[in-house]
């Protein structure tokens, strides 16, 4: 099976890409081929529709195929005013909106569409960024994927990860394993 896993940040030091390393490594553990992405590593600009009618970007398009071969993702998702990110929102809108006239990106289903989905969540405040969740879920619904049940929001983020970027506590560890497993058990089935 293979699992995508990304953060809706770039920061340096970002929680949500320390807890997506976590469970990229948590999904190699349970056998998936597991690619982590950087969204940083993409030219995506801020979406606009004049932009996109002069030609898609290269990136949107490279983005649209990562995220179109992984039948199962990840997402970190941080909090912003009890809401997800302006880039989480962007690299969505962005991979959402069909190319006209393209083979493959015409299919306004795609890349969206039957990926099974979890969220994760770390934020230093009490709720972990689960609010960027609440919002993060009805958006995936609606753009077709199958939403985990299961999901973690990393509380007091800040005292959470040891030097090496592990947590330090392992209850927290098994909550990642715990929605990483059951991504993966529901992306098998829906292969299957
Ligand atoms: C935040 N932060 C924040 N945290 C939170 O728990 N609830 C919130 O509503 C907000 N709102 C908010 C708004 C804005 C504009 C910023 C810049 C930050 C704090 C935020 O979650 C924190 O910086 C996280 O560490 C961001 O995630 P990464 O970059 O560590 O992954």
Redesign the pocket.
Known sequence: MKLLVF?????Q???????ARIAADLGRGAGAEVTLLELSELDIPMYNADLEARGTPPDVIRLKEILDAHPAWII?S??????Y?GLLKNTIDWASSPVAGHPVWADVTRPFADKVVGMLS????????L??QSHLAPLLVLLGCWLAPRNYALAR??SAFDADGNLADAAQREQVRGVVDQVLWAARRLAA
């Open positions: 953060a809706g940040s770039t920061r030091q970002s929680f949500n890409r320390s807890l970190c941080p909090e912003y005013n009890g809401s990110t770390a934020s230093n405040g009490a709720l972990g960024g609010r960027s983020a800040a």
